[in-house]
């Protein structure tokens, strides 16, 4: 039994008469006239799936937004770049485009019916691969969305994802376990050694050495991908997310059904 979106989306793909189907979300605004032209553009005999960027736009400089923006800004360069060098992982639903051909090869989502989500990011890692695979970053193709605007709504939205990954590939869940993993070990580390050690030169070295490099690039990344509200606060930021991941992930990794 297909659930919530799914079951909407699997109705429309049925009813399309048409053999390219392009996909955003209500609270998505593209971001030009010219959106459909630059994803559609990208099909050819070889390309089935092409997938695009949704920037979620802020309107305060509140915490909640800026964190808010960090993730979408990191996940859209992990996806991006994995694509780009022919490793297609996922993609989001607000602005995502495949063919009837593709989406039916593989069932449509019946591979994972039963999850209430993941009709992007589960329904590419089924189909995607680094020859009928492209990606479009071009402002004048982007599908801005305005994000969370509260804690509450946040919080159910990092559990439905958080929940969904549970059911990645291996070697993707091995990949972004990884990246977790050393940004924590890393700040630990640091932390450890500027209290417990006897002086603040070396650890404090260290951290610049990994920190400016990643900020200089984090900033390119977000004017590009028009997410710059967190970049200011890109060191922190990064701090707090290396923690804050084990209480979401704990949570996630316990949790038995997800709310929309």
Known sequence: ???????????????????????????????????????????SNNTSLVLGVS?????????????IQYENLMTA????????????????????A????????????????HIP????DLFVQSVANRNNTRTVINPEAYCPTTGPQNF???????????????FYQNGIKFRLGLFSLSQLLFWTISIIWIFAGSTFLYPTALILVKV?????????????????KAVALYPLIN??????????????????????
């Not at 707090?240 to 709310?259: E, N, P, R, V």
Request: proline share 3%; hydrophobic share 40%; glycine share 8%.
């Open 98 to 113: 495949y063919t009837k051909t593709l989406y039916n090869s593989v069932g449509g989502f019946s591979a994972h019916h």
């Open 117 to 120: 989500a993941g009709d992007d």
């Open 239 to 260: 701090l707090f997310q290396s923690f804050w991941y084990i209480i979401l992930g704990t949570a996630a990794f316990f949790k038995k059904k997800i709310i929309w």
């Open 1 to 43: 039994k297909l659930e919530s979106k799914k079951l909407a989306l699997s109705l429309g793909i049925k009813k399309a008469q048409y053999e390219h189907i392009l996909l955003t979300d209500a609270d998505c605004i593209p971001g030009s006239n010219l959106w459909i032209k630059h994803m559609s553009a990208q099909f």
């Open 77 to 96: 360069m992990q996806y991006l770049g994995m694509s780009i060098q022919g490793s297609p992982f996922m993609g989001v639903g607000r602005n995502l």
């Open 152 to 166: 509450k709504h946040y919080w159910r939205q990092k559990m439905r994802h958080l929940f969904v990954g549970k």
């Open 212 to 228: 400016i490099p990643e900020w200089i690039i984090f900033a390119q990344k977000g004017k590009l991908l028009q997410m710059k």
């Open 55 to 67: 920037p979620v736009s802020s309107k305060s400089k509140s915490l909640l937004e800026r964190i």
